[in-house]
């Protein structure tokens, strides 16, 4: 049996080994020369950089892949698990330790902050059960599917429901349950972990934050990028062909039912299954021109996309840890500007990652791999050359504010990332990173699904269709994918 994969993101690769182990013969067309989608590397003069994701969580998805396929994960994939989650800073001077440790954590923010640490844990314990109640139907099934709403996973659900904050936004939760207005945008940033708009996103994605502070934040011993080329090394172990420099034109389907592909180059691949992992929005418009395509949901709001400025900086800053959030002064407007004016912040939270923190030669001796990132809109047209360079200026601006220096001077190296970079590089729908938004209260639903509704032995994985973006939730895709195919079968 055939199997082909388009696109050799997290979630075509995690796709691609488990077709595998069900004896699939499968083949993954990547039309870049490298594979990993937005989670690759580059290095330059010395620095080396993560280019895409920088935030590991639920690494058992990724050891999953290794036991299905009958090896140890811990042979292949080493990684670590931080003592500090992140580490946040106010134009005001306040700075605050996210201790991994929750009970440290909710000190720290009683010192701080001055919120009741009883408060914090509190909050830590509802999301807590509000994700273990919850994941099992939101998560990792199809919500496209009637069998779903059947299985004891609903039943859980409902018990909880009451708790699922429904009628309310992911900030009106946190501002009901909190005084301070820095831990209400603390909590308020984890709608960014999709792309959306904590005033807008639903109050059920408060429970984002359990993933880092109940279960922990990782770091593989090689950076991230050790994530795709372990996990290509497994998908080869098991026989998968992965085919580079080979662009998909056309997903045939014939009688209602997918049969291969044709590439760029003519060349043709009949297939008994076919998986997109492509953006959703480019394989109906490109790849499957001529069919039906759900036009409502291909028109959603996109998620927010990214500026991030790679700089390798030849000085330490020991105040600085892996993760680290420059808050912005008005979060409200911030998202008003990326969502409604469709513009760069004026304001912008600033996120730095730095690897060089915990991986060895990732820098030269005393300096730092920054990965300097803030949320910008999707690419509709904006004049991103004037949005770079003012954006550039504000963030060192900020940082020079922040930290007391003149961060120009310390920068050695640079490249860049823009919402029409990830574009191209990635076909993400306009350089949206989490392909549409969650700022509606049933945007969980409205995502595509993993199969096609009209067209046999066809499906989707990857952070464009259900159930979202992020390592973890195209690792959920992948499986679900795989439940899809095995009941099908």
Request: hydrophobic residues 35%.
């Amino acid at each position: 049996m055939q199997a082909v994969v388009i696109g050799s993101g997290i979630g075509g690769i995690a796709t691609a080994i488990r077709l595998a182990v069900s004896g699939y013969k499968v083949t993954v067309y990547e039309s870049n020369n490298y594979p990993g989608g937005k989670l690759t590397a580059f290095e330059k003069d010395g620095y080396r950089f993560d280019a895409g994701p920088s935030l590991f969580t639920l690494p058992h998805l990724v050891e999953e892949l290794f036991q299905i396929a009958g090896e140890r994960a811990s042979d292949h994939f080493p990684y670590i698990k931080k003592d500090v989650a992140c580490r946040y800073f106010w134009k005001d001077g306040t700075e605050l330790t996210a201790w991994a440790d929750s009970e440290k954590f909710a000190d720290e923010v009683e010192d701080k902050l001055g919120e009741s640490r009883d408060k914090v844990l509190d909050h830590l314990e509802n999301v807590k059960l509000l994700y273990e109640r919850t994941k099992g139907l939101f998560l990792e099934k199809s919500l496209h599917k009637w069998d779903t709403y059947l299985s004891k996973d609903v039943i859980k659900a409902l018990q909880v429901v009451h708790k699922l904050h429904l009628t309310e936004s992911m900030h009106e939760v946190a501002a009901k349950k909190f005084k301070s207005d820095k831990l209400v945008q603390l909590f308020d940033r984890y709608a960014t972990y999709n792309g959306s708009n904590p005033y807008k996103a639903p109050g059920v994605l408060a429970m984002i934050p359990h993933l880092e502070h109940n279960i922990g934040t990782f770091l593989p011993e090689r950076g991230m990028h050790q994530i795709t080329e372990e996990l290509v090394a497994l998908a080869k172990r098991k026989g998968v062909t992965f085919s580079f420099n080979s662009k998909v034109d056309k997903i045939h389907i014939e009688g209602g039912v997918a049969t291969g592909v044709k590439l760029e180059n003519g060349q043709e691949h009949p297939a008994e299954l076919v998986v997109s992992n492509m953006d959703v929005v480019p394989t109906y418009r490109h790849l499957l021109k001529g069919q039906r395509a759900p036009e409502k949901t291909l028109m959603q709001e996109r998620s927010s996309s990214a500026l991030i400025f790679y700089w390798g900086v030849n000085r330490s800053f020991p105040q600085l840890d892996l993760h680290n959030i420059l808050f912005s002064s008005n979060y409200r407007r911030e998202f008003h500007e990326i969502f409604d004016f469709k513009e760069a912040p004026s304001d912008p939270t600033i996120y730095i990652n730095i690897t060089s923190k915990d991986v060895k030669g990732e820098a030269p001796e005393g300096g730092e791999n920054w990965f300097v990132m803030v949320n910008v809109p999707s690419n509709q047209g904006q004049n991103w050359k004037e949005e770079i360079v003012k954006t550039r200026a504000r963030i060192i601006e900020r940082i020079n504010g922040q930290f007391g220096v003149d961060l120009e001077s310390h920068i050695q190296v640079e490249e860049l990332l823009t919402p029409e970079l990830i574009e191209s590089k990635t076909s993400s729908f306009g350089g949206a990173l989490y392909g549409a938004s969650s700022n509606s209260s049933m945007s969980a639903f409205f995502r595509h699904p993993n199969f096609s509704r009209q067209i046999d032995n066809l499906y989707f994985v990857g952070g464009s269709v259900h159930p979202g973006g992020g390592i973890p939730l195209c690792l959920l895709s992948a499986r679900i994918v795989d439940q899809l195919v095995r009941e099908n079968a």
